[in-house]
């Protein structure tokens, strides 16, 4: 199993930036990563992914310039940096982990576990 912890979430004026973390536990090895959004009233989507070596990297066309995805395997760690941020931004950001998947693919799904969101507003 894989249990994941997101940080970082947090109320920022447009244009800012902020640094998400999703620190990873348990069976971390070989597992791809991606970051997820839901904002109020709409369904839950893809914002980006990265594959077990950091080599690949999947963005999202919404955010993709904005936002960059990174991971640290040595500290179980991964980020997603959002600058120039926007209102239609806001959401619950969840990371969320792929055990069945090969160490150079950043996959769009399917996610095996979810963490429990972190909230992020952006403010006009």
């Known amino acids: 199993q894989v249990q994941l912890v997101e940080s970082g979430g947090g109320l920022v004026q447009a244009g800012g930036s902020l640094r998400l973390s999703c620190a990873a536990s348990?069976?971390?090895?070989?597992?791809?990563v991606g970051w997820f959004r839901q904002g109020p009233g709409k369904e839950r989507e893809f914002v980006a992914a990265?594959?077990?070596?950091?080599?690949?990297?999947l963005h999202a066309d919404s955010v993709k310039g904005r936002f960059t995805i990174s991971r640290d395997n040595a500290k179980s760690t991964v980020y997603l940096q959002m600058n120039s941020l926007k209102p239609e931004d806001t959401a619950v950001y969840y990371c969320?982990?792929?055990?069945?998947?090969?160490?150079?693919?950043?996959?769009?799904?399917?996610?095996?576990?979810w963490g429990q969101g972190t909230q992020v507003t952006v403010s006009s």
């Open positions: 969320a982990a792929c055990t069945t998947t090969l160490p150079t693919i950043a996959p769009k799904g399917p996610y095996d576990y």
């Open positions: 348990g069976r971390t090895f070989g597992v791809a």
């Open positions: 990265i594959s077990w070596s950091g080599t690949y990297r």
